[in-house]
T-cell receptor, first 112, second 110 residues
C-alpha cells in the first residue's frame, strides 16, 4: 500500500461545477498537508497548506483534513476552464527531515 | 513571494555528456531538493540538501550527483547522461514544511 493514494482521473466536469479532489494516507504521523496545482509542462504551484485537522478556505478553494479517517480533500467552487490541471496532494510529519510524501496527482478537466 | 528559478526550461543533450542543472532560490531556505517527474511515476526524489555542502541521497540517486556551495544554489549533475534520464527535473526549496518548486527543466537525452 502506498503511503499516499490519489486517483489519477481524469476527472471531467462542466464549467461552474463544484470539484472534489481527494487523497487518502496511511501514516498517522502526517500533520502538515499541502495541495499543488500543476499545469502541463510547468512546475507544481503551491495552492494551500494546512496543519493538522480542519478546514482552510482561500477564494474558490477549500482544503479539508479529516485525520480520524486519514483523508484530505480539496474543493473548487465555480470551476473554470483555467482550473484544468493536475492537482497533487502532499503531506509531512512534523520534525525530522521535512521531506513531503506526494500523491501521484489527479488530472482535472473543466470543459466550457 | 518565494521564487525558485532553474537555469533552463528545455535542454537536449547527447548520451555520455556531463549535464549541469542549476537551481536558485531567493528565500534563504535551508532545505533544497531535486526531483524527477515521469508520467505514471509521479515525483521521485533524487537528492536533497539541509545546508551548504550537505547532501543526502533520495530514492533514486544513481547516475546523479549534487553540489551546494552557496545556500541559495543547488546544482544537479548527470555524470554521464543516458537516455533513461530523459525526464522533467524539478527543483524545490522548503519553508517550514511546504515546498516551493521551480518551473522545471525538460531534459531530453538522445
Amino acid at each position: 500500500q502506498k503511503e499516499v493514494e490519489q486517483d489519477p482521473g481524469p476527472l471531467s466536469v462542466p464549467e461552474g461545477a463544484i470539484v472534489s479532489l481527494n487523497c487518502t494516507y496511511s501514516n498517522s504521523a502526517f500533520q502538515y498537508f499541502m495541495w499543488y496545482r500543476q499545469y502541463s509542462r510547468k512546475g507544481p504551484e503551491l495552492l494551500m497548506y494546512t496543519y493538522s485537522s480542519g478546514n482552510k478556505e482561500d477564494g474558490r478553494f477549500t482544503a479539508q483534513v479529516d485525520k480520524s479517517s486519514k483523508y484530505i480533500s480539496l474543493f473548487i467552487r465555480d470551476s473554470q476552464p483555467s482550473d484544468s490541471a493536475t492537482y497533487l496532494c502532499a503531506m509531512s510529519a512534523t520534525g525530522g527531515s521535512y521531506i513531503p510524501t506526494f500523491g501521484r496527482g489527479t488530472s482535472l478537466i473543466v470543459h466550457p | 513571494d518565494v521564487k525558485v528559478t532553474q537555469s533552463s526550461r528545455y535542454l537536449v543533450k547527447r548520451t555520455g555528456e556531463k549535464v549541469f542543472l542549476e537551481c536558485v532560490q531567493d528565500m534563504d531556505h535551508e532545505n533544497m531538493f531535486w526531483y524527477r517527474q515521469d508520467p505514471g511515476l509521479g515525483l521521485r526524489l533524487i537528492y536533497f540538501s539541509y545546508d551548504v555542502k550537505m547532501k543526502e541521497k533520495g530514492d533514486i540517486p544513481e547516475g546523479y550527483s549534487v553540489s551546494r556551495e552557496k545556500k541559495e544554489r543547488f546544482s544537479l549533475i548527470l555524470e554521464s547522461a543516458s537516455t533513461n534520464q530523459t525526464s522533467m527535473y524539478l527543483c524545490a526549496s522548503t519553508g517550514l514544511y511546504e515546498q516551493y518548486f521551480g518551473p522545471g527543466t525538460r531534459l531530453t537525452v538522445t
